[in-house]
């Protein structure tokens, strides 16, 4: 029996080749490589980003930062100054805060409703309670912390009482010119050195003490700019031929002249010589706007962010992608439009890897530019109160503007009070613009999926700024926090996640169409969430 092959009633049907698909996926790596606003808009290095805050270059990835907890409140005023007094036995330890011309002791915690007593009111300064301070050990191995305010005086602590060191020839006293009017204090060469307020003398004592006969140095006459001294740091660093230190004496003045010295004795030519001598730019209002960091020195200027290393090598603001030339177009222009605000201050926070520049508080925005020491990339950190920040016994501390002390980068909430949980964590990241294909062509913007580490499951917003778009989602997801077992399912609906070795990932869908996209994301989620990459999906089109 032969088979008969069916023939359909309406004919032969055609065979129907699979639909052409035109839409392509791109992966991306997180922006490791931190801010950099020193690219052009378009194409722009996929590891950096536009805005990054509070998600902080790691060698992993970006991870989220830490939040803060109060730790002492109700001081009396803004808290202009933080101290510490560290001796070398470990006994009587102090940090202090300074507010309205009271200093407290805020070495412990205390519970938000007590008034803290303080231990010395120096009514006097100009600002009332800004202080320089450093601690020393004299050649008779007495341990004193000195304290310098502008208008308040010299003065020092020695693990019981405060001394004020004053006008004359007897113990305690200085003699050569009122140490009223000191306004900054250094140490180099174990000489102590003073800044004689609103001029361009400095003053030294003899090696190994805080009191004694002082000898006035006056370097206006290498001051080409003029202007008043402003800074006198202690730089060492390893010698030109890799065996031993170099120790120099870098002095900044208001106008942006800076001057490095080196020797031991500066009464004597033979033993006191300049080095180098160059012109950074104007620098900020008080006493802040510089830091050691291990073999180097930070300055801000009107120029942005140096290196004095840089310096020393001819490279100057913008030369060397190692450090600040990726925000300094910025940094720079945010200092420039503030120089008489208090307070730009520089701070290595040695517990989290970051130089923290503290912005000065034109608004109470709380933001403040980091630099990770190790990727050596720079984010911002938005929600931390910080007037001005310090550390002690190896933890970050702030004061702020209405009397509070905050431990920062500490804990999984912002403002947590006695135990009680504060605000969520919250991070946002807008990357550099990508030509997702041809950059010539416009592409529709389809889906896009975010991926993450994490011991919880973050709350996201994400999606695809078309050209040249920087803003980020305007709200995050609540974060669900520990034992959720579903990851925003109200705005993703029944988006599946990998859950597996705390990993999170989910496409979400993305709008727009453009030539260039970057991701936009707002995450809320744990302390130390790592946003490791992200991939996006778009339709490719036409040229026009």
């Known amino acids: 029996m032969s088979l008969v092959p069916y023939r359909h009633p309406r004919g032969t049907i055609p065979r129907r080749s699979s639909a052409t698909q035109n839409h392509s996926a791109f992966p991306f790596q997180a922006p490791m490589r931190g801010i950099d606003v020193s690219q052009p808009l378009p194409g722009g290095d996929p590891t950096t980003a536009l805005r990054l805050e509070n998600l902080i270059p790691r060698v992993l990835g970006n991870q989220m930062r830490r939040g803060y907890l109060r730790w002492v409140s109700n001081l009396d005023g803004e808290v202009r100054s933080l101290m510490r007094y560290l001796p070398p036995s470990g006994a009587n330890q102090l940090l202090a805060a300074t507010s309205s011309g009271k200093i407290y002791n805020v070495t412990t915690a205390s519970a938000s409703g007590v008034v803290p007593v303080p231990v010395l009111t120096v009514v006097a300064g100009a600002p009332v309670g800004e202080w320089t301070s450093l601690?020393?050990?004299?050649?008779?191995?007495?341990?004193?912390?000195?304290?310098?305010?502008?208008?308040?005086?010299?003065?020092?602590?020695?693990?019981?009482?405060?001394?004020?060191?004053?006008?004359?020839?007897?113990?305690?006293?200085?003699?050569?010119?009122?140490?009223?009017?000191f306004s900054f204090v250094t140490v180099y060469q174990n000489r102590l050195w003073f800044i004689e307020n609103g001029t361009t003398r400095g003053w030294y004592l003899g090696f190994?003490?805080?009191?004694?006969t002082a000898t006035a140095f006056d370097f206006g006459s290498m001051l080409p700019n003029g202007g008043t001294l402003q800074a006198l740091i202690n730089w060492t660093f390893d010698g030109s031929s890799g065996v031993g230190v170099n120790v120099q004496f870098v002095?900044?003045?208001?106008?942006?002249?800076?001057?490095v010295y080196s020797g031991t004795d500066p009464s004597t030519a033979a033993t006191w010589t300049v080095n180098g001598r160059w012109f950074i730019g104007r620098v900020p209002v008080g006493y802040r706007f510089f830091s050691n960091y291990q073999q180097d020195v930070i300055i801000l200027s009107e120029r942005g962010m140096v290196f004095m290393s840089e310096l020393m090598r001819g490279q100057g603001f913008f030369a060397n992608p190692q450090t600040a030339s990726a925000i300094n177009s910025a940094?720079?222009?945010?200092?420039?439009?503030?120089?008489?605000?208090?307070?730009?201050e520089v701070r290595f926070l040695p517990n989290d890897q970051l130089l923290v520049i503290n912005r000065a508080e034109v608004t109470t925005e709380n933001l403040q530019w980091v630099f990770e020491v190790n990727t050596k990339a720079f984010a911002t950190l938005r929600g931390i109160p910080m007037l001005t920040v310090d550390t002690f016994d190896g933890r970050g501390y702030s004061g702020d503007l209405v009397g509070n002390v905050w431990q920062v980068l500490v804990g999984g909430s912002d403002g947590s009070v006695d135990g009680t949980p504060g605000n969520d964590l919250q991070g946002i990241c807008v990357t550099a613009f990508q030509p997702l294909g041809e950059a010539i062509r416009v592409k529709r913007f389809l889906m896009v999926r975010p991926s993450f580490i994490s011991d919880t499951p973050p709350g996201v917003q994400a999606g695809l700024n078309s050209e040249w778009n920087i803003n980020a989602p305007s709200?995050?997801?609540?974060?669900?926090?520990?034992?959720?077992?579903?990851?925003?399912?109200?705005?993703?609906?029944?988006?599946?996640?990998?859950?597996?070795?705390?990993?999170?990932?989910?496409?979400?869908?993305?709008?727009?169409?453009?030539?260039?996209g970057s991701l936009a994301l707002r995450v809320r989620?744990?302390?130390?969430?790592?946003?490791?990459?992200?991939?996006?999906?778009?339709?490719?089109?036409?040229?026009?």
Request: charged residues 10%; aromatic residues 12%.
């Open 135 to 181: 601690n020393y050990t004299t050649n008779a191995g007495v341990h004193v912390m000195l304290m310098v305010c502008p208008g308040a005086g010299y003065w020092i602590y020695d693990g019981a009482v405060f001394t004020q060191i004053t006008l004359g020839a007897g113990p305690n006293q200085i003699a050569g010119i009122d140490p009223d009017l």
């Open 331 to 344: 940094l720079a222009a945010e200092i420039a439009a503030s120089l008489t605000t208090r307070y730009w």
């Open 475 to 516: 709200l995050a997801p609540a974060y669900l926090g520990a034992g959720s077992s579903a990851w925003d399912v109200g705005l993703w609906d029944v988006a599946v996640w990998s859950g597996e070795g705390q990993s999170y990932e989910a496409w979400v869908g993305a709008t727009g169409a453009g030539r260039y």
């Open 525 to 544: 989620a744990s302390a130390d969430t790592i946003f490791i990459g992200w991939q996006a999906l778009v339709e490719q089109g036409g040229v026009l």
């Open 251 to 259: 002095i900044v003045a208001s106008q942006g002249d800076v001057l």
């Open 208 to 212: 190994g003490v805080y009191a004694g």
